[in-house]
């Protein structure tokens, strides 16, 4: 094998790992699923680390048409054949190692998830939900198992991932539990470009919806917005694509432009929520676009 075929290989889950940093990073709730991206192949490129910063434009909070510029850092990469991921507010690991070449890649391990959401009222526009009160950060704990084919439609070096992620909130914040299935496509372009297409959805449980989009008798007094009773079932989905360029040398090494755009759509009683439907948007879109530097 070649060193470009190396390189040319694990270019594709570098790169889109690079492309998604830029969003999840730096999403105070949760805006992307807790389950990592593609990392990088240890197999074929060995220890390695990409450490980024960016800023995003996102909402106020979660379901908020408002929104505000947020910088955030990120770093992702391997160590002994251990994939790890600290996206702003999340963390993971793979504690399966990766198999060099075209191939299926499972996945499993830990994630963990500070959710920051309505926090802290400083950030939050919107006086209606201001005055609602101010929520924990909840520290939501839990794993995630999936599925990668390497070498599906373009060429030998695009990936299709496939995962399901499972965590719950040990801070007492909403005490309950958050599921999300995710699909993840990524190509390379060049040694130097990469773009990635990812969705997802969520299924919360009922008390993460009475902590986040309730509205009791009290704040409906407080705020002016009308009583409202939220069930658990499926909260929103979301689509999205990013891309990441080499500014120097190749996606393996030096520094690289990151960036993306997501679309996200509330659903059931979670649009319908007066936090939402009255203050809010049942629809948020989120932008990102940043540097990052491999070693």
């Known amino acids: 094998?070649?060193?470009?075929?190396?390189?040319?290989?694990?270019?594709?889950?570098?790169?889109?790992?690079?492309?998604?940093?830029?969003?999840?990073?730096?999403?105070?709730?949760?805006?992307?699923?807790?389950?990592?991206?593609?990392?990088?192949?240890?197999?074929?490129?060995?220890?390695?680390?990409?450490?980024?910063?960016?800023?995003?434009?996102?909402?106020?909070?979660?379901?908020?048409?408002?929104?505000?510029?947020?910088?955030?850092?990120?770093?992702?990469?391997?160590?002994?054949?251990?994939?790890?991921?600290?996206l702003g507010n999340r963390a993971s690991v793979d504690l399966i190692p990766s198999a060099p070449g075209p191939t299926w890649d499972f996945q499993a391990g830990p994630i963990g998830v500070l959710n920051f959401n309505r926090s802290s009222l400083g950030s939050i526009s919107d006086p209606r939900v201001k005055a609602l009160g101010e929520r924990g950060t909840?520290?939501?704990?839990?794993?995630?198992?999936?599925?990668?084919?390497?070498?599906?439609?373009?060429?030998?070096?695009?990936?299709?991932?496939?995962?399901?992620?499972?965590?719950?909130?040990?801070?007492?914040?909403?005490?309950?539990?958050?599921?999300?299935?995710?699909?993840?496509?990524?190509?390379?372009?060049?040694?130097?470009?990469?773009?990635?297409?990812?969705?997802a959805a969520e299924r919360v449980e009922?008390?993460?919806?009475?902590?986040?989009?309730?509205?009791?008798?009290?704040?409906?007094?407080?705020?002016?917005?009308p009583v409202f009773t939220t069930r658990g079932g499926w909260k929103h989905?979301?689509?999205?694509?990013a891309g990441t360029y080499a500014l120097t040398g190749n996606l393996l090494k030096g520094w690289k432009l990151i960036g993306g755009v997501t679309y996200k759509r509330m659903l059931n009683d979670f649009a319908d929520s007066p936090t939402v439907a009255i203050a809010g948007s049942r629809t948020q879109w989120l932008g990102a676009l940043g540097v990052g530097y491999t070693f």
């Open 138 to 199: 909840a520290i939501e704990l839990g794993g995630y198992v999936g599925v990668g084919k390497t070498g599906v439609v373009t060429s030998d070096y695009d990936k299709l991932t496939v995962a399901v992620s499972y965590r719950r909130d040990i801070n007492g914040v909403h005490s309950s539990g958050i599921f999300t299935p995710s699909v993840s496509y990524f190509t390379p372009l060049s040694l130097k470009a990469g773009v990635g297409i990812f969705g």
């Open 206 to 225: 009922r008390r993460f919806a009475q902590t986040y989009f309730d509205v009791d008798a009290a704040g409906s007094v407080a705020s002016g917005l």
């Open 237 to 241: 989905w979301i689509v999205g694509v």
């Open 1 to 86: 094998m070649t060193l470009l075929t190396i390189r040319r290989h694990a270019a594709a889950p570098l790169a889109v790992s690079l492309a998604l940093i830029a969003i999840p990073a730096l999403a105070q709730n949760s805006d992307l699923p807790a389950a990592p991206a593609a990392t990088p192949d240890a197999g074929a490129i060995g220890d390695t680390i990409t450490v980024a910063v960016a800023g995003a434009l996102l909402p106020d909070y979660e379901g908020s048409d408002d929104y505000r510029l947020v910088p955030g850092p990120a770093a992702i990469g391997t160590f002994r054949n251990l994939s790890f991921q600290v």
